[in-house]
C-alpha cells in the first residue's frame, strides 16, 4: 500500500473513552479521517450501520479474510473487527490523514507494516473509574461488561509498545493533549526530509557561486 498521508492508531481498554475523545479530535483536526471498521458485533442501540461500523456477518467478515481485504482483523471480545485496506487507500488518495480506532492486536499488526505509524494509547485514571464508565455508559449486558474488564491487563500490558500515552481523566484536557499529538506528528524530522531536499535542490552548487 503506498502511504501518502498519515496513519494514526489509538488504542485503548473498553471504557477509558476512546471513542469519545476520537469525535473531539476529528472536529478540531480538518485533515483527518476516521476508517470506519467492518464487525461481526451486533449494533447498539443508536448506532448506524456505516457510520459507527459497517455490521457484517461473520461469513462475510471470513470471506473478507480469505479475499485479503483487511489491513488488520482480530477477534476481539468475541467478535471480529477489522480494517478494509480499500477504505484507507480511498482516504489516503483523498489526501486525507487516517484515523484508525483498533485494539491492541490490530496496532501491533498495523505497526508491523507501518513503521512511520502514529500510535497513541488512552489509559483511564484507575480502574475503579474505568469499571464506573463501562457501567454508566450503559450499553452493554454485564456480562459483556465484565469480559471487556478481563481483558484491560492484557490490554494495558501492550501500552508499552505505543509511542504516546494520554490519561484520560478530565475530558477537555485528554483531548487538547491528543490534538496536540496530532498537529505535531507532521512535523518529525523524517517526514521533513523531501523538503530539505527540495530547498537544497534550489541552492546553486558552490563552485557556480563563485564567479
Ligand atoms: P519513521 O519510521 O521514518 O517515521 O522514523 P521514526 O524516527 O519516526 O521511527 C523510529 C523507530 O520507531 C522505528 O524503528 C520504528 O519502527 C519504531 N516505531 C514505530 N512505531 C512504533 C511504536 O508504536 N512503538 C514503538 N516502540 N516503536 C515504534
Ligand atoms: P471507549 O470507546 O474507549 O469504550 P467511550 O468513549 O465509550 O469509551 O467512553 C466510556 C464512557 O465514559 C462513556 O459513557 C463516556 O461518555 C464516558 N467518558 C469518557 N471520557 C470521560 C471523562 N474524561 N470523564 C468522565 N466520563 C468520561
Ligand atoms: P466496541 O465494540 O466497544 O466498539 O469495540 C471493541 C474493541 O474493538 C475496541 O478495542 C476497538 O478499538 C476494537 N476495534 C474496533 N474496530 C476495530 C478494527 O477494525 N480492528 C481491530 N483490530 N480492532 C477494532
Redesign the pocket.
Known sequence: MSSKGELYVI??P?GAG??SLMRGLLKRCPRLSLSV???T?PARAGEVDGE??HFVSVEEFKAGIEAGDYL???E??G?F???RRDRVEALWAAGRDVL????V???R?VRAQFPGLCSMFILPPSMKILAERLKGRGSDAPEVIER?LGEARAELEACGDFRWMVVNDDFDTALEELTSIVKVWPLRRARQAKRVTRLLDEIPARDTMKD
Open positions: 488504542a485503548a473498553s476512546k471513542t471498521s467492518d464487525t458485533r459507527q461500523y488488520e482483523y482480530a476481539v471480545y467478535n473487527y477489522g480494517t484508525l480506532e483498533i485494539d492486536q490490530g496496532a499488526s471487556r
